[in-house]
């Protein structure tokens, strides 16, 4: 797969050894999430929405009512920025100013398109579906007519993006490794912990093989 | 403690019901969490970037290279969105439509101003390392001048502020409950793992008692 462009809007300044450009790094990222931040301004006043993703082909897909303010603003064709990040650790170096984190994290750039083809809309869903929990759609009810009408899918192509990913050891200044302080890194785990039945739920209903493995 | 003002910025429309206003509850979350999603727009370019924070009163305080693209321009007092998300669960419903997540979010808006008085600038450095790693600032070396100096500190006074929280079973439509479908939620964890010695640590240094805890 090939590289984004970098450009003067996704370009990434600090660290810059640390930043990556080509989609196959950015698309993991992407596809090893299921909940991005998306940032749009009206006026000079920018938003972050905490929302539900997939990735399809070289398109971010999102949803939501049809009244929201995110959607309404979003679907005028603005900016978008869309940023997934994976904390993986607290670096902890000898010196204050060499401690860091260790994360994951996909910036990127385009713009917003309401989704009208019924098909297309019906694929966006399912994906936003089977990014969250693999195989969850073909068990469940489908959505319905008028749930479908009061609900809003909205693409946005990337137009540009960039990856920074830090791994490892802190680094520290080269007299510093001679201090006593210890030095490392406390890593970050995100799991699923055990299905919890909701407390309405029939008896005779047993726990799916797709849950079996949390 | 008392509420933000509900205005037309950070007043919550989606499923209001979950929406809070409350100092203490939004409080709680920014202080639970040690990542926030930073805000702002150049022009009609909205750009969102990861960072690590602390809470200070009713400000957020951040820092970086005092070359950074986003401390320079947040240090212009343009307006600032910060949002801080803590994702617990994925919430499985009989319909597709009424899947939702289980999730603690703030969205906090105001505007940067550079921390320029020395003791400030310390202190808001410090309030970031415990509010990463609880004692940490005094077990490594302490930032020298020459570290300061190409530090920025930037605090944000938080002007409006809403905390969205989901939590606890699906809420199907009364019809749905008749349904075959597993319902419930598929709870998310993050946790500390074991921290990993950096491969350069002189091995008579002994796991301080703070990381003892991991």
């Known amino acids: 797969m090939s590289n984004f462009p970098k450009t003067e809007r996704n370009e990434v300044r600090r660290v810059a050894k640390n930043s990556k450009y080509d989609r196959q790094t950015i698309y993991e990222i992407l596809d090893e999430n299921f909940v991005c931040h998306v940032g749009f301004s009206i006026g000079e006043q920018p938003f972050i929405i905490p929302t539900l993703y997939a990735r399809i082909d070289d398109s971010i897909v999102i949803h939501g009512s049809h009244i929201s ?19 993986d650790g607290i670096v902890l170096a000898r010196s204050a100013f060499h401690h860091s984190m260790n994360y994951r994290s996909v910036v990127a750039f385009g713009t917003g398109e309401l989704v009208e083809n019924e098909d297309e809309r019906l694929h966006a ?29 909205l693409k946005i192509k990337i137009e540009e993006a960039s990856a920074k990913i830090r791994e490892g050891d802190p680094i520290d200044d080269a007299k510093d490794y001679d201090l006593s302080y210890w030095a490392g890194v406390l890593p ?10 909701d407390a309405k739920l029939d008896e005779g209903i047993k726990l799916p093989d797709y849950l079996k493995k949390y």
């Open 69 to 87: 303010r995110m959607l309404k603003n979003l679907s005028k064709g603005i900016n978008v920025c869309i940023t997934v990040t994976m904390v």
């Open 125 to 153: 869903l399912y994906a936003i579906s089977e990014n969250i929990l693999k195989d969850r759609w073909n068990d469940c009810r489908e959505p319905n007519d008028k749930e479908l009408n009061v609900t809003s899918v």
């Open 188 to 197: 970050i785990e995100t799991n699923f912990d055990k299905p919890i039945p």
